[in-house]
Every structure is written in C-alpha cells, then in structure tokens.
C-alpha cells in the first residue's frame, strides 16, 4: 500500500503544480481582468459622458438659439415696442392684436416646438386677455420675474404644469415707463426628450440658478432640488448650457462594477472550462503513467524474483508509447539476457559435471584393474609363485602411475617411479641383459 501510495505521488504532485502554475496565474489574471475591465469602462463611460455632454449642450443650444433668435426678434421690433408702450386709454386694440397675432404666429411656424407666446407687461392699458398679454402684477409676480434679469438675457423656468417657459426682457432701458417680458413656452416633454437621447442608465437633469431640477429624462426628479439626491457611488459630470441652465449626468457606478464582474466572471469561466478540461487530462493522463510505472516496478521486481519469462506490456498495438514503454522493452530485454545468461551457464555447468562423471568413471576402471591384479598376484603369493606375484605387483604400480589416476599431468618423480617399475618388469624378463646407467643421479634428480 505504501508503494501505491509513492507511486500515486507523481500524479499528486502533477495535480499540484498544475493548480499552482496555471490555476494560480488564471485567477490572478481574471483579478487583472477584473480591475483592468472596470477602469477601460470607466474611462470609456467618461468618454460617453464627455460625449453626450458635449451632444447634448449643443442640440440644446442649437434649439435654444432659435428661441433667444425669436426673442431677439422681438427684442429689436420697434413696431412691436410703440404696440406695447402705447397707452390704450383712448384706442382700441385692433392694429394692436392683427400685429401681434402675424407675428408670434410667423415664429410659431418656424419654431412649431414653441405652443405659446405672449407679453407680460406693467402696462395696465394693455388688454389683460391672459392669452397674448398679462398683467406683470407687483402683488402677484410670476416666479421668473426676479431671474429673468436685463434685457440680454434669456430665462428658462419650468412651469410646473407640464410645460417650459423662456422668458427674456425686452426693455432697451432699465429706466423706460414699463417693463416688458416676452414669454415663449414648450412642452416638457419635448426637453425630456432631448435629454434622453442617449443612454437610459445615464441620468441627465437641467437645473437652474437655485439648484431644481427644471427638466430631466427621467421626469419624477422634476422639482426636486439637486441637493435631495443621494449621488453616493455616482460618476457625476456638469457643465453650463448657454440658456438652459446647467446641465448634469450621472450613473451609478455600479453598473460598471457588475459589468466588470460579469466581464472577469466570463474570462474565469473560460479559464475554469479550460483548466478542468486540462485537469482531467492530466489526472488520465498521470493516472495512465502511474499504472505504467506500476507495472515496470512490478515487471523488475518479478524478474528480481527469478521470474525471468516474466514480460511487460504497456501499450497495445504500439499506440501512445512513450519513454516508459521503452523502459519497459529494457526491462524485458534484461531479463532475457539474464534468462539467456542463466541458461548457457547452466549449460556449461551440465557439460563440467558430465564430464567430471565420465572422468570419475575413467578413474573407476583402471581402479578395477588394479583390484584385479592385486587379487591375482595375492593368488600367486598363495600357490607358492613370488616371482608371477612381484611381476603382477609391478604391472599394477606401473599401470597405476601410466593412468595417472585420471591426472593430465603427473610429477617427474612419479614418471622415475612409472620407469622404475617398467625396469623391474623387463629385468624379470631379461635378467641381467639390461643396463641401467645413471640411475641413481636421476632418482635423486
């Protein structure tokens, strides 16, 4: 167990350093994709902040100098000034009313947004019809009275009835007989919807001098003053239009935090895809090269155990061989080596042995020999023939030195000994017609 446990260690340790070099820097980078998403999105939300600022001052400076170009117009109408200074005590009002009617109705077809013109005047002789003219009442001023300010200068106010009134002064002079304002209105909903041209997350309100909200895309913030919004987490941008007060826009910056997280959650996704797809072939993979190592421990182990045919196999059909496989082939080739080694060895023990037996056999029959004529010459001693008997005893000591006792190579005094026995055999025969010189020194030699 402890061995499975050894080689199950490879694939651990695989697993771990997969998860600490790639999934480690995979959530690092999502981190960075993280931070690094959210800061592109805000610049670029600056960007279209910037832009739709800029997009929006200018359509609405371009619709408010159509108005302040009508106001202008009547601002410069002399005509239009003696109508409206004139004292009305002792005249009527005809001249009056077919002027005035042709011309607001020549600015409303230019300008088809603007639903109402009229006059506030302190011109008491002037006809009250709250139509065309009303009275500029000292007890009961309109709200834009006091910011509508000199002549130069065009007022927007929001009504609170659903529409937007500019008001400009006509007076040439501050210090002329009566005040004249010219009062021009559209709807709210035509300036809501130039605001909300652009992005719906994006809010965008037009304030006055007091800080209310006069005009928005999102119409329930009208009325309400700017300081009552919570614009905690907002990214806030403003700047000033040239009549229509100051334009602000914000969005919540959390928008761009989910949509940085969704961003990086993507990417992680992606990189969490891939590293279980990665995962799961690591682990079939180390887990395919712990069973073959497994099976080389267990191959070189069998074969350490004199289990010499024993062979391993890793990959069938030769598919997916790597260097284990040919670790495996050396293994096997090793042990058929070893197993060839073995057996020749054996071999040539068998042949050593067979042929220690069959030079024990050669022993064993000149011993029989010597048996034999020592039983003989015993049998001449008894019957009274020393003579037969000591020939016998020198043939068999002659015999025993010639065999050597099974010996390839014998002493130079056992050859004196073999030579001394053949003399003695041939002495018998010839008695003393052979002779021997030298003898002594060469048995001493």
Not at 242 to 270: H, I, W
């Amino acid at each position: 167990m402890k061995k499975t446990n050894k080689s199950a260690g490879v694939q651990y340790k695989l697993i771990f350093y997969y998860a600490l070099f790639a999934l480690l820097p995979m959530f690092l980078i999502a981190v960075f994709t993280y931070g690094n998403t959210k800061k592109i999105q805000l610049e670029r939300l600056y960007e279209e902040l910037s832009y739709q600022m800029e997009h929006t001052i200018k359509n609405l400076d371009e619709k408010a100098n159509n108005y302040y170009a009508a106001s202008n117009m009547f601002y410069m109408d002399n005509t239009l000034q003696s109508y409206l200074t004139a004292d009305y005590s002792q005249r009527g009002y005809e001249d009056l009313y077919s002027y005035v009617d042709d011309l607001f109705s020549n600015v409303k077809i230019f300008n088809p947004d603007i639903t109402k013109i009229s006059v506030y005047t302190s011109n008491r002789t002037l006809p009250q019809d709250e139509y065309y003219f009303y009275l500029l009442d000292p007890e009961n001023l309109p709200d834009w009275y006091q910011t509508t300010g000199n002549g130069g200068v065009m007022h927007m106010q929001n009504t609170g009835n659903g529409t937007i009134s500019f008001t400009r002064k006509l007076n040439f002079y501050e210090s002329g007989q009566y005040q004249i304002f010219v009062y021009m209105e559209i709807t709210e909903d035509y300036l809501n919807q130039m605001l909300g041209l652009g992005d719906e997350e994006i809010t965008m309100v037009l304030l006055n001098d007091a800080g209310e909200i006069q005009a928005s895309n999102h119409p329930e913030l009208i009325g309400k003053n700017m300081a009552s919004i919570n614009l905690e987490k907002q990214i806030f941008m403003k700047n000033n239009t040239a009549y229509c007060g100051q334009l602000q826009m914000f969005t919540d910056s959390r928008r761009y935090d989910k949509e940085a997280g969704l961003a990086a959650a993507r990417n992680f996704l992606v990189f969490f895809v891939s590293s279980v797809l990665a995962l799961a072939a690591i682990y079939l993979y180390s887990r395919s090269f712990r069973n073959k190592v497994d099976k080389v421990r267990q191959g070189a182990k069998s074969i350490g155990e004199g289990k010499l045919d024993y062979r391993i196999f890793l990959s069938e059909n030769g598919r997916g061989r790597d260097e284990l496989d040919e670790i495996a082939d050396s293994v096997n080739q090793m042990g058929e080596q070893i197993h060839t080694l073995i057996e020749e060895s054996y071999k040539k023990e068998l042949d050593r042995k067979i042929s220690e037996l069959n030079l024990l056999q050669e022993q064993i029959n000149p011993h029989f020999l010597y048996n034999a004529l020592s039983s003989i010459s015993v049998l001449a001693m008894g019957n009274g023939d020393k003579v037969a008997s000591r020939a016998i005893l020198y043939l068999s000591d002659f015999y025993r030195i010639t065999l050597s006792k099974g010996k390839q190579d014998i002493p130079i005094r056992e050859e004196l000994n073999l030579l001394e026995s053949y003399l003695k055999i041939q002495r018998m025969r010839f008695d003393d017609s052979i002779e021997v010189t030298n003898y002594k020194q060469s048995r001493e030699f």
